[in-house]
């Protein structure tokens, strides 16, 4: 049997273009890299096509690269799995020709959201959000949607699916589209669905969902691609808290050798931050003596995400500001916002904690600022707008106005 096994530095479970960033990141610093590709039959020959130009890139950088024809299950322990759970070594995986041996893995594959018993029992066709692409290339007749949603990606298909004709209701979990987005950029955002057609109902849980709160004349319900975190059934000896997988701020989890980013984590699922979790991760890894100080845990704050919505909405760093700090609004050439969370010291300078806004120049001004936070270390002062050469007008007119 040992003669079908083959032994890598990282091996990771991918399907996201996080997983796929982290195999290309680790080949490039010299780690034996093996990505395991989950390959559904059921997507389009399209999609498939450009997945496939995806995973020759990275053959290319000498990541091995192993296609199944599945689609994983919930639990990586019962698809392919074996021994990864145990305490002691070798952490073995076995695929359909051959067994690998990682040092380390990385858990970042989307987990597919699990459909409620209730929405089950309801006798009416579900569509998973990752499916959704799929299913409009090929029907063009407009239907009357239900949307369980609740995340970024299920708020942009929503406005998607009204703006191609279909009668969309649009169910909440909580009051706000999406946690932790600015209110105001929520409020602008809900408004601009409702200008679009979308009925918003709010504070109405998946697991709560009755046929009285779906209309009759539904022909189909998108459920949204919720974060679903790894729980303890994924095996022994792997710890959780609250149903979520504990990790700490490097994103290893209580089995040292195990590491996850994404919808694993229970987090945000946006490609920006699972991608950034993904580097973070293997950085931490590809250490042989690992110090906290060389090696930073990862900054939430210092990401900076984008709904796909039309217009775009983002936002980066701090949003909820104390009371003592201030919020500068500015109104984009093309229609649309930005604000920004400002922090005055006691020499009553000015520095930028955080930022959002709808649009695509706020989109630009945005990223700007993320990108001068992580280049200095720290939030930048006004005046570090001042001395810089900005690329963005928006920028320019917000180290004027301040």
Partial sequence: MFDYIDRYDWVIFGGTDGARRGAQFAASR??????????????????????MAKLGRLMGAGVDVVLEEWVWERSPASKGLAK??????????????????????????????????NIQQLDILVCLSKDLDSYLAEEEAKKSWV???GDGVAIAQCQQLAQRGNAVTLLLPQRCLVDGLYEPADRYLQNLLEID??????????????????????????????????????????????????????????????????????GHTLPSVSEMEALTAITHGLSKQWRAK????????????????????????????????????????????????LQKNWRSQSKIIGAAGIGKEAQQAINTLATLRNSL??????????????????????????
Avoid at 94 to 117: C, F, H, K, N
Avoid at 317 to 341: F, H, R, Y
Avoid at 379 to 384: F, G, H, I, Q, T
């Fill in 30 to 51: 010299g780690a034996r890299v093996a990505l395991m590709e989950p390959m559904s039959q059921e997507i389009s020959p399209m999609e498939r096509d450009r997945q």
């Fill in 84 to 117: 990864l759970w145990s305490a002691k070594p070798p952490w073995l995986v076995r695929t359909e020709t051959r067994w690998l041996w990682g040092d380390r893995y990385l858990y970042a594959e989307t987990l597919a959201p699990q459909v409620p018993t």
């Fill in 147 to 149: 949307v369980v949603g």
């Fill in 197 to 266: 057609g979308v009925e918003i109902i709010r504070n109405v849980p998946p697991s709560s969902i009755t046929a009285q709160q779906i209309p009759p004349e539904t022909d189909q319900i998108l459920i949204a691609t919720q974060p679903t975190p790894l729980t303890s059934t994924a095996g022994p000896n792997f710890a959780t808290q609250n149903g979520r997988a504990i990790a700490n701020r490097h994103l290893q989890t209580t089995l040292p050798y195990l590491y996850l980013s994404g919808s694993a984590l229970g």
């Fill in 294 to 341: 060389a090696f930073p845990p990862i900054d939430y704050s210092a990401i900076s995400w984008t709904l796909p919505t039309n217009p775009p909405v983002t936002q980066w760093g701090q949003t909820n500001p104390d009371a003592s700090d201030s919020v500068a609004k500015i109104n984009c050439e093309d229609g649309g916002s930005l604000w920004v969370m």
């Fill in 377 to 402: 270390g720290r939030s930048p002062w006004v005046n570090d707008l001042q001395k810089c050469q900005m690329a963005s007008s928006t920028l320019n007119n917000l180290a004027l106005v301040l």
